[in-house]
């Protein structure tokens, strides 16, 4: 499988080195694909790995993730060409918040997933890891259990392809919460996690479903 990563940020280089040791040829991305700041990441990950422009990861890439800011995350998907992402599995890892004056949702009644998905229509968007620190987004091994990651999106094949790359990232409970309007619930949860983070002084923490 190949995978075609939006970004090279927090994010994105930790996803890529995850897909690379699960087996995954990766496609990284960035404004300046060829700067410094990128040798250190294609030594770590060897020949399975590359920084790409934007368009070219889109285009390499058989499932699409979405790790980008909020303030570029528009104009970066408006810049590719849709050709290249049409049909194809995106993931959205993305957040809009707000953190001055507290952490707020920046979308009050719409979500970052729904927006990706009315910017790609003939994309099948699917919502994930939003809700995880990037440091816990590949092998989530917590002492007091496993965390719940959740999907969401309107396509029933694109979610089990999903959920066999979080299986392979790791990830072994899985909640689809529905079509893609669901996912203002994990952008919301994502929310929660990070008030909850402050409050507890624990950074890195994650949901998980208490089952007896
Ligand atoms: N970090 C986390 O723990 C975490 C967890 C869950 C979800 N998320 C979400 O995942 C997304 C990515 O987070 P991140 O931490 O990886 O972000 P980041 O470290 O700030 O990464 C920014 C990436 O976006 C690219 N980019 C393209 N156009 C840009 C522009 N106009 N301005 C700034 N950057 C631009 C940058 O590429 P260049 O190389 O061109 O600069 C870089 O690769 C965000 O929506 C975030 O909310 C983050």
New binding site residues.
């Given amino acids: 499988m190949k995978i075609g990563i939006l970004?090279?940020?927090?994010?994105?280089r930790i996803l890529g080195k995850g897909f690379v040791a699960a087996g995954y040829q990766v496609w990284i991305?960035?404004?300046?694909p060829d700067?410094p700041?990128h040798v250190s990441w294609k030594q770590e990950v060897g020949g399975r790995g590359d920084v790409v422009s934007f368009d070219e990861a889109a285009r390499l890439g058989e499932i699409i993730i979405v790790?980008?800011?909020?303030?570029?995350?528009k104009?970066?998907i408006e810049s590719i060409d849709p050709i290249y992402l049409k049909n194809k599995t995106v993931v959205d890892?993305?957040?809009?918040?707000h953190f001055d004056n507290g952490p707020r949702l920046l979308l009050d009644d719409w979500s970052?997933g729904q927006i990706v998905q009315d910017l790609l229509p003939e994309s099948r968007v699917v919502k994930t890891?939003?809700?995880?620190?990037?440091?816990r987004?590949v092998r989530p091994n917590f002492k007091e259990g496993s965390p719940i990651m959740f999907i969401s999106g309107n396509s029933p094949s694109s979610k089990n392809q999903v959920r066999a790359i979080l299986n392979d990232l790791g990830w072994s409970s899985i909640v689809d919460l529905g079509d893609i309007r669901q996912c203002r619930l994990q952008e919301s949860i994502?929310l929660a996690c990070v008030i909850s983070e402050i409050q507890f002084q624990s950074p890195g923490s994650a949901f998980a479903l208490l089952r007896q």
Wanted: no cysteine; proline share 3%; charged share 15%.
């Fill in positions: 970004g090279s940020g927090n994010v994105g991305s960035s404004r300046e700067s700041k790790a980008l800011p909020w303030s570029s995350l104009d970066v890892v993305s957040n809009a918040v970052v890891l939003n809700t995880i620190s990037d440091k987004m994502m």
